[in-house]
């Protein structure tokens, strides 16, 4: 790592951060639709004058928190394509396609489900998603169908098998999972998912879904 790379935050760049942070502590703890920008700046330590600086709203905020505080999927799918025909295979980029998946939405879901309760405020975050150039919920599964389709093209994925319908169900199963963590939290009824590690869970996960749609 450079020494560049390794150097503190400080000034402007430093304000930022703590405003990011507080900002995903809070949606985490209170929700998006209770979460003020009062508050992200007072838990920041800066005035909201400063907060408006670096951010033109709550909504910016939310994006920024999603881009920037929560483990990263639909980006690192997007280069997933390059990839077919690598000697990771399928199999590989798949399991590590669901872990992250599985990690995204478990952080995200608790900073997100208050954009449902809000019509008005779910309007607002899509179009800001509209302003960043088409970013949204639909990316991972385009990039992962497209990986896919270039798998089949090599005749690694089975030419029957239909992308975008793998691409669903996996992502699919993620999200459910997801959920299910979250709901339960620290009182998981025994046997309520299976595997139990996410590790296992991301291998048994791919391993079905390839034994439907590998050659």
């Known amino acids: 790592m450079s020494d560049e790379a390794a150097a503190p935050l400080s000034g402007g760049a430093l304000t930022r951060s703590r405003i990011l942070d507080a900002a ?25 004058a400063a907060l408006y600086k670096h951010f033109r709203s709550k909504e910016e905020i939310f994006v920024r928190v999603l881009h920037e505080r929560v ?21 590989g980029h ?44 639909q990316n991972a599964a385009q990039h992962l169908a497209a990986y896919l389709a270039a798998e089949q093209e090599l005749g690694r994925v089975a030419a029957t098998a239909d992308p975008y319908a793998a691409a ?7 999200f459910h999972r997801a959920f299910l963590d979250l709901f339960f939290g620290g009182e998981m009824p025994a046997g309520a998912v299976r595997p139990a590690s996410e590790e296992e869970f991301a291998a048994e996960t791919v391993r079905a879904l390839l034994g439907g749609v590998g050659v």
């Open 24 to 48: 995903a502590a809070l949606m985490t703890n209170v929700g998006l639709a209770h979460t003020t920008t009062k508050q992200i700046a007072k838990e920041a330590g800066c005035s909201e």
């Open 71 to 91: 483990p990263q999927f639909s980006e690192a799918l997007a280069e997933l394509p390059e990839r077919a025909g690598d000697d990771r295979g399928p199999a």
């Open 94 to 137: 798949l399991r590590e396609v669901a872990l992250a998946a599985l990690r995204f939405y478990r952080r995200s879901f608790p900073i997100a489900a208050s954009l449902f309760a809000s019509p008005e405020l779910l309007a607002t975050h899509r179009r800001k998603l509209d302003e960043l150039g088409g970013v949204g919920p």
């Open 168 to 174: 669903n169900l996996l992502i699919g199963a993620c």
